[in-house]
């Protein structure tokens, strides 16, 4: 059996590595399957190439995985077409946090076969029984497909609970010299970096996250140090960018994690996803030492009121205090605002504006964006309760055209005064950064010409 994995353009010069789809073509090639890997994201191909590809080629099936946005939304659709236009059309399987929450709407858009719903790799190896005729679509767990014009929905599907038994990914069926060129904060020129998946799931719930999976899983520290070991092993990788949710779901396991990896002589530095009520200082430089150069917190607002409605769990107090113990411990923070839930208002917006004038180290650009409820969050149940949303159809068509655009208001601004307001924050922000590099290209500068600094590496960025 013949399957074709397509990794979409997202319009990226250095695309992200596509873990999840490397996860899936792991286990397919396990139970026996050839699989193949079309590259849109690293060669830019319009989607004539794969149409003429798939005319031209057998392959038995073709899988997409695509998240949630707008962008995501409109490419999928022109690959969908490629797909069902192909002479030789494959039997078509579609994934990911993106169609998930509503199959059917996406089902009936991408005239795919099978959408499947939640964690895909036990799923995968059931869904290549059914093509090769051993089984039957509606007894497998987890998937969604229209049936004489209605929609089937089978039972969901239980969690893999040992994740740690999930083969790694299969890197060597990638380009893995064009992913590892990718950028990271505080990432040195000379370092390759890779994505690695320390867990899965999230024990926290905000209302604009439309994450499936329930709870979180843990990786081992064992089954960490593994993967990372390869990684350096066979593609010289020097920096290490957990992609998880949530590499800090507790103090004990970033404890953990930091002993082994020191323990270990890893040798890396990384960057991760943290919680600020986790921010003790002796942590930080526990992960300072450990090699983690950057953690990226979800902030989301200044207003105690707003951090309440989304259910983040957080207070100012921890988010002031978390930030400054990271700064403290030297490693960069990732500052995340976002504007515009329930009850959100001008000074909302400020609050946010001021905070990360105090903090940001300039590490990263950091803009405001609206929030967007997307399908399968709680503030996209919401919208439609309240008549701001009709539908999926109305969001991907006619609400959801940008990210840093306004999809549905949530505050009692209109949206023009939503939208100006937007742009004088974020004129201030850029205004700062681009101040702060300047300040600092001036500096080195001055140390070459005045102090004849001799490790100084030129003007130009690459």
């Not at 060129?181 to 996250?209: D, H, M, Q, T, W």
């Not at 450990?290 to 957080?314: P, Q, R, T, W």
Request: proline fraction near 4%; include cysteine; aromatic fraction near 10%.
């Amino acid at each position: 059996m013949r399957i074709l994995l397509v990794v979409y353009d997202n319009d990226s010069y250095i695309p992200i590595f596509p873990q999840g789809l490397a996860y899936i073509a792991s286990v397919m090639r396990k139970a026996g399957v050839d699989v193949c890997i079309y590259n849109q994201d690293i060669y830019h191909f319009p989607e004539e190439h794969l149409l003429e590809l798939l005319s031209r080629e057998h392959f038995d099936a073709v899988g997409v995985s695509v998240i949630g946005g707008y962008f995501q939304y409109r490419k999928l659709l022109k690959i969908s077409a490629a797909i069902n236009n192909a002479k030789k059309r494959p039997f078509y399987i579609l994934g990911g946090h993106g169609p998930a929450p509503e199959p059917e709407f996406f089902l009936r858009k991408t005239k795919a076969d099978v959408i499947v719903i939640g964690e895909g790799e036990s799923t995968a190896t059931e869904l290549i029984e059914h093509i090769s005729g051993q089984r039957k679509l509606d007894s497998i767990d987890g998937i969604a497909f229209i049936k004489d014009g209605g929609l089937i929905k089978t039972p969901k599907r239980n969690l893999i609970k040992e994740i740690d038994d999930i083969p790694f990914p299969a890197w060597d069926l990638f380009p893995m010299d064009q992913y590892s060129l990718i950028r990271a904060p505080k990432i040195k020129n000379s370092e390759r970096c890779l994505p690695v998946l320390s867990g899965r799931g999230c024990p926290y719930k905000c209302n604009f996250c439309y994450r499936m999976d329930e709870g979180f899983r843990a990786r081992s520290p064992e089954s960490l140090i593994e993967e990372i070991s390869l990684l350096k092993r066979d593609y010289h990788i020097g920096y290490i960018d957990f992609s998880d949710e949530l590499l800090m779901s507790s103090i004990s396991r970033t404890e953990k994690l930091c002993r082994a990896f020191i323990k270990a002589k890893l040798n890396v530095h990384w960057s991760c996803s943290g919680r600020l009520n986790f921010a003790r200082l002796d942590i930080l430089k526990l992960m300072k030492e450990a090699g983690c150069v950057f953690i990226n917190y979800g902030i989301e607002s200044l207003d105690e009121n707003a951090l309440i409605v989304m259910k983040k769990k957080l207070t100012v107090r921890q988010i002031n205090e978390g930030i400054q113990n990271t700064l403290a411990s030297g490693i960069s923070p990732g500052l995340n605002v976002i504007f515009g839930n329930i009850g959100e208002t001008a000074e909302s917006l400020k609050l946010g504006v001021d905070f990360l004038l105090k903090y940001s180290d300039h590490s990263q650009l950091r803009t405001i964006r609206p929030v967007t409820p997307y399908p399968g969050s709680e503030l996209y149940y919401y919208a439609i309760e309240n008549g701001l949303l009709r539908d999926c159809e109305d969001f991907y068509e006619n609400k959801h055209v940008n990210s840093d655009l306004l999809s549905v208001n949530f505050t009692d601004m209109s949206d023009d005064e939503f939208h100006r307001s937007l742009f004088e924050a974020n004129s201030l922000l850029i205004e700062n950064y681009y101040e702060a590099q300047m300040k600092k290209t001036l500096g080195n500068a001055k140390k070459l010409y005045l102090d004849m600094d001799a490790s100084f590496r030129g003007f130009r960025q690459t």
